[in-house]
Nanobody
Framework: QVRLVESGGGLVQPGGSLRLSCAAS????????ASWYRQAPGKGRELIAE????????NYADFVKGRFTLSSDNAKNTVYLQMNNLKPEDTAVYYC???????WGQGTQVTVSS
């Protein structure tokens, strides 16, 4: 079954870190563009970061620049989102997305709270 499976969310204090993972099944992630989005309660889904096919270019939204890092591991067919210096306003459900297949993961909850 072609799918994306996220993991790594949880509860963290402000200033803390989390690493989200997104594993692809039944297709090769490295040959596709991959994106991370998030959706906070009562808000629309917003783009956080995206990587071009074969990792040639990575773009970030301004609100995460310097704090979040997108990376990929081709051997594991997985993309990651390392999130540092987390803030309460980062609380949201985080999704990975493969635009070429219009394929979304199930989402993983990130809560930043003291």
């Amino acid at each position: 079954q072609v799918r994306l499976v996220e993991s790594g969310g949880g509860l963290v204090q402000p200033g803390g870190s989390l690493r989200l993972s997104c594993a692809a099944s039944q297709f090769t992630f490295s040959s596709s563009r991959a994106s991370w989005y998030r959706q906070a309660p009562g808000k629309g889904r917003e783009l956080i970061a995206e990587i071009s096919p074969y990792g040639g270019r990575i773009n970030y939204a301004d609100f995460v620049k310097g704090r979040f890092t997108l990376s990929s591991d081709n051997a594991k067919n997985t993309v990651y989102l390392q999130m540092n210096n987390l803030k309460p306003e980062d609380t949201a459900v985080y999704y990975c997305y493969a635009p070429g297949r219009n394929l979304w993961g199930q989402g993983t909850q990130v809560t930043v709270s003291s």
